[in-house]
């Protein structure tokens, strides 16, 4: 089953949000609702549903999903100017996997600068503003461009469904940032590690070695929060080069400290920075780990 993400904003159309958030779970998808804070409540505009922010954009990466969805009504033209909001748009849409925009939810998809030469529908207002964004409008119930998935308002919601449904039953092969970044990846796993079991080569990294860097060390697979330090990790090291505080860690993944997540992953941080594929940090700075 596919690992799906709602995006809402205060005001959403009710009825975008609820119906494929209901299709998907009744489908056995798990779905993350996504939004600006994680633990609040959003209300839908017309004060028939209300979701709760399962998780925040800030502490969400597009590699944890195989899908994106986003409901009309208030709520895009409200997160739109949230930097991490556009940011994880952004990522998804260059990423290749799914997304799935109704009515107004196509407003995201402008301010990330991801609809130049796409073909798209969505409510009458939006028209202009996508045609000027470099979009081909067209008025039908569903439009599917590649891994875009448009309709324009609450009576297309079936047929929205229906084509998200049917994308996830054969998505799209997931471009990883490796192959975006035209790096070349490791074949699969097993990978070469050094005698210490860092990974020899740290640009072929990718969530499928991550799963199998973790078997090595004793997780039979990585719950959401540890794949949070993993990514928190993995930002800090590319821009710093250096072995970040653990308690720091933990604050950028949004995870309650635990003791610094029991000394990220019970090894004074060692498994957490295989795992995450990161270079061995040589003795310089292993007391740290």
Not at 129 to 137: E, K, P, Q, R
Not at 195 to 215: I, M, S, V, Y
Not at 261 to 283: C, H, Q, T, V, Y
Request: with cysteine; proline share 6%; net charge negative.
């Amino acid at each position: 089953m596919a690992r799906v993400a709602i995006i809402v904003g205060e005001g959403f159309e009710d009825s975008e949000f609820q119906m494929p958030y209901e299709r998907l779970k009744n489908a056995n998808h798990e779905v993350d609702v996504m939004g600006i804070e994680a633990g609040t409540d959003v209300h839908g505009k017309r004060g028939k549903s209300t979701a709760h922010i399962d998780i925040s954009a800030h502490a969400a990466y597009p590699d944890h999903y195989d899908a994106l969805v986003i409901p009309g009504g208030y709520g895009p033209d409200r997160l739109r100017t949230n930097e991490d909001i556009v940011s994880f748009v952004q990522g998804f849409m260059n990423s290749g996997k799914p997304v799935a925009a109704i009515c107004h939810g196509p407003q995201l998809l402008i301010e990330a600068d991801t609809v130049k030469g796409r073909t798209l529908t969505s409510w009458p207002s939006v028209k202009t503003d996508l045609i000027n964004a470099g979009a081909t409008w067209i008025d039908d119930e569903v439009v599917v461009d590649d891994n875009l998935i448009t309709s324009r308002k609450p009576d297309d919601l079936d047929a929205f469904c229906n084509a998200i449904e049917k994308v996830l039953e054969h998505p799209p092969k997931h471009r990883t940032h490796v192959e975006q970044t035209g790096i070349e990846q490791a074949a699969d796993p097993p990978v070469e590690l050094d005698d210490e079991g860092f990974l020899k080569h740290p640009d072929n990294w990718n969530e499928d070695t991550a799963r199998w860097l973790a078997q090595q060390e004793g997780f039979d697979e990585l719950s959401a929060d540890r794949w949070q330090v993993i990514y928190a990790l993995r930002d800090h090291y590319q821009q710093h080069h250096t072995v970040p505080d653990f308690r720091r860690v933990c604050q950028s993944a949004r995870q309650e400290d635990s003791y610094c997540m029991e000394r990220l992953f019970n090894n004074d941080g060692s498994k957490a920075w295989r795992i995450a594929g990161l270079p061995n940090p040589g003795e310089e700075l292993k007391a740290y780990l």
